[in-house]
């Protein structure tokens, strides 16, 4: 079997698509991709200028493509409604959710607007929370598929639900492996729930493998690790680690290839899933979990307040 790569996207034309943390890194390769295969495009960030950039430099490479740009920033709840209440008014059907935007490992415990850890409140609870007031639009979507972006660490993570907002103890890469846990722990839950109430929406998860991304270069210096170790890392980064556009693919993949399926989580295939062609990922037990994933669900629900109701008048209006 041949390689995928983003020549076999199939063609997206007449498909919408809703991207976060697209302005640069990974959301923005995802973007360009699609853009490219005739989707429309919508980029979400919190940074208006590297907005107007990020569509500048995709019509550079895509003339005439459909794209716009929307504020959207994942770690407020009031920016979330404000941003799904606008497309709810549009009314336009939401055919690609992909979930990507994300804080790695600030070095002190930070938080969100509403008081959330900033790690668990952007990685995880913004998408949460945006996903379900999306609903009703990803409903009247065609083939709606909804890609949440995860990480090798989710392996090492673990779900505290005694202390999910890290306020005993703070470790900044224990934070983000659980973040990351539950975004694949939510990629599974919300593919049950959807065939259980008959949502008709496909949920997936992919992450990037070792992927040379802004996210990672803007590493706080107070995590990084001794002169010793940054710089092995450097010399095994162009053997063991890829581009930004190459980490997209298994986003892309999981986002289009006919071959993808609900409830599937994908990565690079290559050494220890750090490079390569997209295909299956590994998944650590924990995250298949059903008691687990419903668990953190009824959690979510209560701390963001907002509640999957795909009857909502309005984009995902709360119960």
Avoid at 191 to 220: C, M, V, Y
Avoid at 253 to 261: Q, S
Avoid at 306 to 313: E, H, I, L, Q, S
Wanted: no cysteine; hydrophobic share 45%; charged share 20%.
């Amino acid at each position: 079997m041949t390689a995928w790569t983003i020549k076999d996207i199939p063609d997206q034309s007449g498909r919408r698509a809703v991207i976060t943390g697209a302005t640069a890194g990974l959301g923005f390769e995802t973007a360009l991709a699609l853009a490219g295969a005739g989707a429309a495009v919508i980029v979400t960030g919190r940074n208006d200028a590297r907005g107007a950039a990020a569509l500048a430099r995709i019509r550079a490479v895509h003339p005439g493509s459909d794209l716009r740009y929307a504020h959207l920033d994942v770690a407020s709840l009031a920016d979330i409604a404000a941003f799904a209440n606008r497309l709810g008014a549009e009314g336009a059907p939401i055919d690609l959710l992909i979930n990507n935007a994300g804080v790695l490992a600030p070095p002190t415990r930070q938080l969100t607007a509403d008081g959330f850890e900033i790690q668990f409140g952007t990685n995880y609870l913004g998408h949460f929370a945006l996903t379900a007031r999306l609903l009703p639009l990803l409903r009247r979507g065609e083939r709606a598929r909804v890609v949440n972006l995860a990480s090798l660490m989710h392996r090492r993570g673990r779900i505290g639900f005694d202390d999910l907002g890290s306020e005993r103890t703070y470790a900044p890469w224990a934070a983000y492996a659980q973040s990351k846990l539950a975004m694949l722990m939510f990629a599974f839950e919300l593919q049950r729930r959807s065939e259980a109430n008959g949502w008709g929406i496909a949920s997936l998860a992919a992450h990037p493998g070792w992927a040379r991304t802004e996210l990672f270069d803007k590493e706080p210096a107070a995590n990084r690790r001794s002169g010793l170790a940054r710089g092995v890392m450097r010399l095994a980064a162009p053997v063991f680690s890829q581009s930004a556009a190459a980490g997209a693919w298994p986003v892309l993949f999981a986002a289009t290839a006919p071959a993808a399926h609900a409830g599937g989580y994908y990565g690079p295939v290559g050494f220890q899933e750090l490079t390569g062609p997209p295909g299956p990922a590994r998944v650590a037990a924990r995250a298949r979990d059903p008691a687990a994933g419903a668990r953190l669900w009824a959690v979510s629900e209560t701390l963001t307040g907002v509640r999957f109701d795909p009857g909502a008048a309005q984009a995902g209006a709360s119960r």
